[in-house]
């Protein structure tokens, strides 16, 4: 995740101006056919810092749904009839007035997700500026040959039609628009959900360009629990582009099979990362730390389990500590803050959970830091298990906050059964110094990216996937953009 784009400071120290300024008032209503839908059935949209209410979206039923559905449908041969270039054009419009209000959706980010300011920032001008200029330049052009006794085959790649998009809670604006952009560039329209803890940034998004895309092409809807079990069933889909939790998605799986929907499915993850005796701890500590903790520990692609060889654990695990110590959990309104809180509830539940089979457990503690001593907000503090056992259940699963497990190993051999052990299989990292070594063990980890010295660290040309529960299909890159096209053959026998 490594962006050129530049990052001004916080603009807004003051969060009661910010969102004053963000215009949480103006409303967040559904966007179907290019119009704002509002609803007097409603959902809360917390802070999660504060506890409070920031504002409320529409709770969609089923009849909103269909509304979107049938205008996604209706726009759809339109669209499809553009050409690849006529399309880009249009979205590279509408990439462009999401860029005049990067400050408002920046400040939106920052009060839903919790987390702090520059990371908001991050999230949407990678997008914006990495992101987009990459998909832009990219194609899918027909590729023509003559086979003997067939003819001259034209391979085509052609849309699906009405794609039904599904985004979580932790990078929701990401998430949503790397569905959502290769989704309308190769053709298909798109109903968006976004999850239920975050729509405002993405409806706000949505509202922005509503009128530069042409009706009925992107519409998005925001709804409680029942809405993404309602689209991923809904005969009018041609595909589901699903990111959220390996349980999740075994449901998106069981409910698109009867109208056989193509599917992307974009999973949790328990990355581990493998750090050998030539590794030098002061150089990697930093980087590292980075890779565990990035959205406060909210990432499906952070590193969750570390190995590190017992020559140099006792080093690597001082200079994490040290690195630990530098953070600051706050509102991400707070200059300060380099970390924020657990974005809901229901997680922050289950990582109290978590936290009460460690101590019953008894597990050694490497590090544990400080929370804010007031306010409502969800904090979970900084922690870094003391060499637990690798196949305790608390390590096994997948943490989804700031609690991180550091092992310690004598036997590579071992280490790579172990970080093989879990059910999924979506990052892995090496780290070291001999090439070969290095090259060689990555090889043997059963992951859909497996980094070398570096985690984390995606781009919009190269595929991104996940091996066993991490997931189907691929995002990013030419593959990413296959994904939501048939492929269509015209054999001509001349
Ligand atoms: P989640 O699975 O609870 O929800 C994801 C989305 O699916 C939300 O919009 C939710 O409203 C919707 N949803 C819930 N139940 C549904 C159902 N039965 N049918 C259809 N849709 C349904 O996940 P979450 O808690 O929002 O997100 C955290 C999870 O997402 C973690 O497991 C994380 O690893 C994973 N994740 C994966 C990636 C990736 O690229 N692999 C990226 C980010 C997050």
Partial sequence: MNSN???????????KQALKRARLTAGFPNIVNGQRIDSSKRIKISDPVTGEELACVTETQKDGLDQAVQTAKAAFPKWCSKTWNERRDLLANAMEELKAHTDELCTILTAEGGRPYSLAQFEITWILETYVPALLQMELPDTTWNETDVGQITKRYVPLGVVAAISPWNLPFWLSFIKVLPALLTGNTVVLKPAVFTPLTVLRAADYIREILPPGVLNVISGGDDLGPWMTSHPAFQKVAFTGSSETGRKVFASAAPTLKHLTLELGGNDPGIVLRDADPQVIAESLFRSMFAVCGQGCVTLKRLFVHQSIYQALTEALISCAQHQKLGDGFDPGATLGPIQNRPQFARMQTTWEEIQKAKAPILYQGEVPSEGAGLFFPVTLLDNPPAEAGYVMQENFGPLRAVIKYQDLDEAVRLANG???????????????????????????????????????????????????????????????CNVQVIANRR
């Fill in 422 to 484: 879990t059910p999924y299989g979506l990052g892995a990292s090496v780290w070291g110094t001999d090439p070969e070594l290095l090259e060689a063990v990555a090889r043997r980890l059963d992951a859909g990216t497996v980094w070398i010295n570096q985690h984390l660290n995606v781009h919009p040309n190269v595929p991104f996937s996940g091996h066993k529960s991490s997931g189907i299909g691929v995002e990013f890159g030419e593959d990413g953009l296959k994904e939501f």
């Fill in 5 to 15: 784009a530049s990052r001004p400071s916080i603009p807004h120290p003051n969060r």
